[in-house]
């Protein structure tokens, strides 16, 4: 069973850049579809974006489309997560996911379809 820790978060700015890690252990990312989801207090788990087991496809939420990034380094077992021009409203506690089922991009966007889960790790942008 694979264990999934994230790293990274912090306090930032609006319009600054944070990168988030999910480190692996226990297995290799590369056999799994990979995910990132991010809830604020109050609000459900909400889908952020994903990755498939050879990163040559990604799918993002409409949310964070062109400022959010993720990535994979299977020589490392670690997905990241690139965040650029972040707002306020991206405030929440991130979550990495991991999938065993085959890739669906846009199809795979619910919690409930991951595996494996981190602890995650709190953003927060001050405006």
């Known amino acids: 069973q694979v264990r999934l820790v994230e790293s990274g978060g912090g306090l930032v700015q609006a319009g600054g850049s944070l990168r988030l890690s999910c480190a692996g252990s226990?297995?290799?990312?590369?056999?799994?579809?990979m995910g990132w989801f991010r809830q604020a207090p109050g609000k459900e788990r909400e889908f952020v974006a994903n990755?498939?087991?050879?990163?040559?496809?990604?799918y993002y939420a409409d949310s964070v489309k062109g400022r959010f990034t993720i990535s994979r380094d299977d020589a490392k077992n670690t997905l990241y997560l690139q965040m650029n021009s972040l707002k306020p409203e991206d405030t929440a506690v991130y979550y990495c996911?991991?999938?065993?089922?085959?890739?669906?991009?846009?199809?795979?966007?619910?919690?409930?379809?991951?595996?494996?889960w981190g602890q995650g790790t709190q953003v927060t942008v001050s405006s």
């Open positions: 990755i498939n087991r050879s990163a040559g496809s990604t």
């Open positions: 226990g297995g290799t990312l590369s056999t799994y579809t």
């Open positions: 996911a991991a999938d065993r089922g085959p890739w669906r991009g846009g199809l795979l966007v619910r919690s409930m379809s991951y595996d494996y």
